[in-house]
């Protein structure tokens, strides 16, 4: 079993930044793949970035591209959301994951989630 912990979501206006972090107990965290993924009301939950076990693999969806960035620090069992130029549309509840495929972007692909941390952005 991996327990899942975010924090760092909260309310920003148009234009500005947030880091989330997702902390990991239980299994060995560095064996893992991590994701990020959203869900806003009304909308089905939606992938966001990916990181390989050992963060040499990463991806994006094309709506966070160049805005988002996603790391992990495995000595602190700890992946994060580096999110920039955050725009109304991103305004969700976004949900850490573990899996053990190679920075999967489908949700199917995690076995773990985390109770999810909610980010507003105001226009």
């Known amino acids: 079993q991996v327990q899942l912990v975010e924090s760092g979501g909260g309310l920003v206006q148009a234009g500005g930044s947030l880091r989330l972090s997702c902390a990991a107990s239980?299994?060995?965290?560095?064996?893992?793949?991590m994701g990020w993924f959203r869900q806003a009301p009304g909308k089905e939950r939606e992938f966001v970035a990916a990181i390989s076990w050992s963060g040499g693999v990463s991806h994006y969806a094309d709506s966070v591209k160049g805005r988002f960035t996603i790391s992990r620090d495995n000595a602190k069992n700890t992946v994060y959301l580096q999110m920039n130029s955050l725009k109304p549309e991103d305004t969700a509840v976004y949900y850490c994951?573990?899996?053990?495929?190679?920075?999967?972007?489908?949700?199917?692909?995690?076995?773990?989630w985390g109770q999810g941390t909610q980010v507003t952005v105001s226009s």
């Open positions: 239980g299994r060995t965290f560095s064996s893992f793949a």
């Open positions: 994951a573990a899996g053990a495929s190679l920075a999967a972007m489908a949700s199917y692909d995690y076995n773990y």
